[in-house]
Nanobody, 124 residues
Framework: QVQLVESGAGLVQAGGSLRLSCAASGRILGPYDMGWFRQTPGKEREFVAAISGVTTVYADSVKGRFTISRDNAKNTVYLQMNTLQPEDTAVYYC???WGSGVGPETKPAQYDLWGQGTQVTVSS
């Protein structure tokens, strides 16, 4: 069974940076796309970034500040977050969508497997 394990949580001041990692472990049988989402209490899970092959897509709120990348040899996806703002405070989740070829997906319902979430807190 495949599991996703996130790391890189932390508390940072506004303007600072963090890098989140998400490693997929277990028996992975085929291609897959990966994405990052975030959620704050009382709100729906929000799309942040996704990667399919070499194609990436970002939410407007993070474009130019966040970068998603993946290391296929390690089955790991990264989210480099720069110029963090208090409004970036949330629990961040990585997700896997089995298969590929349709491009990065932005809706949570299109993903098949989720990590446990990791807290990012940005102080003002």
């Amino acid at each position: 069974q495949v599991q996703l394990v996130e790391s890189g949580a932390g508390l940072v001041q506004a303007g600072g940076s963090l890098r989140l990692s998400c490693a997929a472990s277990g028996r992975i049988l085929g291609p897959y796309d990966m994405g990052w989402f975030r959620q704050t209490p009382g709100k729906e899970r929000e799309f942040v970034a996704a990667i399919s092959g070499v194609t990436t897509v970002y939410a407007d709120s993070v474009k130019g500040r966040f970068t998603i990348s993946r290391d296929n040899a390690k089955n790991t996806v990264y989210l480099q977050m720069n110029t963090l703002q208090p409004e970036d405070t949330a629990v961040y989740y990585c997700a896997v969508r089995w298969g590929s070829g349709v491009g990065p997906e932005t809706k949570p319902a299109q993903y098949d497997l989720w990590g446990q979430g990791t807290q990012v807190t940005v102080s003002s």
